[in-house]
């Protein structure tokens, strides 16, 4: 079997990326013209344009996929968990999200798990 490193094995390992906060509707619809022209993975936005992204790469095999608590992390858990039943709802196909990384550094486990179990369910269709 042939294990080399082909451009187009590369492209499908691309989460094609925008997520800074200030991302203009021109901007995101740029992002997922190439991750469509290259055939990359995915295409990874903040939650407010995965409807978008959704819409853009229909019948594509580049995924739209929605961050939840980005940047920090710190949200309470039931917002992170809504964010993601939205997004899901809206055409996410996976979710990426930030830990509470306050309650990591603190040794806070239950906190962690509880924080991640959360997203999960309400990330199943």
Known sequence: MDQ???PQ???KCIDHTLLKADASRDE???LCAEAREHNFFSVCVNSRWIELANAELKNRSVLPIA???FPLGAS???SKAFEAEVCIERGAREIDMVIDL???KSGEWTQVE???YSVV???RP
Do not use: F
Request: a positive charge; aromatic letters at 4%.
């Open 4 to 6: 080399r490193w082909t």
């Open 114 to 116: 509880k924080d991640i």
């Open 67 to 69: 961050v939840v608590g």
């Open 102 to 104: 306050g309650a990591l």
């Open 76 to 78: 309470v858990t039931n």
């Open 28 to 30: 995101i619809l740029h």
């Open 9 to 11: 094995k590369i492209a």
């Open 121 to 123: 369910q309400a990330s």
